[in-house]
């Protein structure tokens, strides 16, 4: 801790509470406890507010860079637009196809992250309720997945996509997606399943529903909170993605995802290049997932440190 | 229920295990053979032994990709989890102690992890673009504009072969501080608050509490943070291609192994020799694991 670990908590000697110089810059900090505990609150503040600075103010930046001109881009970073010039945000959007990079996005990883969760949830289904021969071999075949780096598979892979003809082509991207994610949704089902009670399942046996009935009208419905934190998971992790799509779809333009787009663009990009359109295209990258993440943070938090807590 | 219950279990497992088996377990295992070939994709793959191997330990790109992670491995993992387990330390107890010893969190501590979280759901590809603009080497980029305020001649945070890596292991740490302090945060409210009680009522001032309470009681899951972190230190591909100057550079002094199979791959077609690569990755990434489970394994504590 760089924050005085000799401070006397519990006590709060009155001596401290006259350094009124030390607390001018914590912001709106209510002293509750002793004064010693109120420094530290007002310390506390400030760290926490400084690193919340740190990572507002890159972002926030460039949503106000996508307003300026080219020479102010490369003057001084800390002055504002002299005009707020919106037409970076249009051409962008037209000349930069922002606007199709991001509705490529949202179609690939709608389609993969379905697919992810129904074969996810059907696999870890029957791994987890079914007892039958092999069933450990499969279950290990899948989580033992989680334990690779990709780069090992990276050219079988390439080779794989192109014999099967699927090179350069969504169809290609979402089956690897698909395939990629299954090894931790399976994981993380699999245990899921385990814990629903099995009563329920059996009740509806009697009642005469087969298998696959049950699965989709009892079970799928009972694991809910599973699926959503996993779905989450997978749509981020998807959306994410940079490594597959550059080597599964990279020549056709027209068929990028949106971090590939931006980032192909900025690598490529010199002086000559239109700044402002950069700036407007990374903002267009990063508002609609900064306004989903506000409106589900919770859920967005569960369901990416899902992986971590047991 | 015993009826149609093997179509039913094969018929949920053909897909999921073809896909995998095709895109994944597939490729996983020719990766091994691959590496001891020589191959450039077209041509019928020429056995080759383990030269590929002992070419690797040749190649000086490749040695300094070794070197920069084992530096990303110790700094990486340190920085984000010290950052992260100062700030969910502040969020959770600093608020002083309440009435009966309980420890409370500051105020807007809720606002703080939402603020603190935000990078981890951005793409580590866009966030690379967005700190071209943090580190460019005028007055224009973010920091040396700041610097310059103060009369501190700009710093070449990506052009300096000595502090590129640094620069770029910055960003990760920026980016993952959120997610372990929101992980820690749920740690630490899941411990009962009597263990906090009985050891306020027996005098333990709030850095005890969180040295000799919070900080043992969090142990499983500083480890997974541990791992995580030291996964993503043998990755980076995304953030070193992107940010980087020529991708990697200057003069390797940024390049990682990841990147090193991809431009074998890509650029000279040395399909085994990347393949290669990849197999000592592997083995790595799997000494790695296995070697942290083993040192950091204590008794675990049941509450």
Same mark, same amino acid.
């Given at each position: 801790m760089k924050t005085r670990t000799d401070l006397p908590v519990q $006590? %709060? $000697? /009155? @001596?401290? @509470?006259? $350094?009124p110089g030390r607390k001018a810059?914590? /912001?709106?900090s209510r002293r509750s406890g002793g004064a010693a505990s109120g420094l530290f609150t007002s310390l506390s503040h400030v760290a926490l507010a400084v690193w919340a600075l740190l990572v507002v103010v890159p972002i926030v930046w460039t949503f106000v860079a996508a307003f300026k001109t080219n020479a102010e881009i490369f003057g001084d970073a800390w002055t504002l637009p002299e005009t707020w010039y919106f037409d970076a945000w249009g051409r962008a959007w037209s000349d930069a196809n922002i606007g199709r990079y991001l509705i490529n996005s949202v179609g690939v990883v709608a389609v993969s992250t379905f697919l992810t969760m129904l074969l996810g949830a059907m696999a870890a289904y029957v791994l987890a309720r079914y007892e039958f021969r092999g069933n450990r071999v499969v279950y290990f075949m899948f989580v033992s997945g989680?334990?690779? /780096?990709?780069f090992l598979a990276l050219v079988p892979l390439f080779k794989v996509v192109q014999n099967l003809g699927v090179h350069n082509t969504y169809q290609g991207l979402i089956l690897v997606y698909v395939a990629y994610s299954l090894p931790f949704t399976i994981f993380f089902l699999t245990a899921f399943f385990r814990t629903l009670p099995t009563s329920v399942a059996e009740a509806a046996f009697i009642d005469g529903a087969g298998h696959v009935r049950t699965f989709f009208q009892i079970m799928m419905p009972m694991a809910k909170p599973g699926l959503v934190s996993i779905t989450i998971f997978n749509v981020i992790g998807q959306w994410n993605q940079y490594l597959l799509p550059i080597i599964i779809? /990279? @020549?056709?333009?027209?068929k990028w995802v949106l971090p590939q787009a931006i980032a192909t663009i900025s690598t490529q @990009? %010199?002086?000559?290049?239109?700044w402002p359109a950069l700036m407007a295209a990374l903002s267009m990258a990063i508002l609609p997932v900064i306004i989903v993440y506000v409106i589900f943070q919770r859920q967005i938090q569960a369901g990416l440190t899902a992986g971590a807590v047991k | 229920m015993r009826q149609g219950r093997l179509p039913f279990i094969v018929g949920f497992l053909a897909i999921p295990v073809i896909l995998y088996a095709v895109f994944v377990i597939g490729p996983y295992i020719q990766a091994f053979q691959i590496a001891l070939t020589e191959w450039n994709g077209y041509k019928a793959p020429e056995f080759i032994g383990l030269q590929n191997f002992r070419d690797l330990f040749e190649d000086e790109a490749f040695t300094s990709a070794l070197k920069h992670h084992l530096w990303i491995l110790i700094t990486l993992p340190l920085a984000t989890l010290v950052i992260a387990l100062f700030f969910s330390f502040l969020l959770n107890v600093g608020g002083g102690s309440g009435k009966n010893g309980t420890m409370t969190g500051v105020r807007f501590s809720g606002f703080y992890k939402v603020v603190f979280f935000?990078? &981890?759901?951005?793409a580590i590809a866009i966030l690379g673009v967005l700190f071209q603009s943090v580190y460019?080497?005028?007055?224009?980029g973010m920091i040396n504009g700041l610097l310059g305020k103060v009369g501190i001649a700009p710093v &070449? *945070?990506? !052009?300096?072969p000595k502090i590129a890596l640094w620069s770029i292991i910055g960003v990760v740490v920026w980016q993952s501080v959120g997610f372990y302090v929101v992980l820690f945060s749920a740690g630490m409210s899941s411990i009962p608050k009597d263990v906090f009680e009985a050891a306020a009522l027996d005098g333990a001032g709030r850095f005890t509490l969180f040295f000799r309470v919070t900080l043992p009681l969090l142990w499983d899951t500083l480890q997974v943070g541990w791992i995580y972190l030291g996964i993503a230190a043998f990755d980076m591909f995304a953030i070193v291609q992107v940010l980087s100057v020529d991708q990697g550079g200057?003069? !390797?002094?940024?390049?990682v192994v990841a990147l090193e199979i991809y431009r074998q791959v *890509?650029?000279?077609?040395e399909l085994g020799y990347a393949s290669a690569m990849g197999v000592v990755l592997f083995f790595m990434t799997l000494t790695f694991a296995a070697l942290t489970l083993r040192v950091t394994r204590r008794e675990r504590i049941e509450y």
């Open positions: $006590t %709060g $000697t /009155p @001596a401290s @509470a006259s $350094t810059r914590a /912001p709106r989680m334990m690779f /780096p990709v779809v /990279p @020549a056709d333009q027209n @990009a %010199g002086y000559e290049q239109d | 935000l990078p &981890q759901v951005l460019r080497p005028t007055e224009s &070449q *945070f990506l !052009n300096d200057p003069d !390797n002094s940024t390049t *890509f650029r000279y077609s």
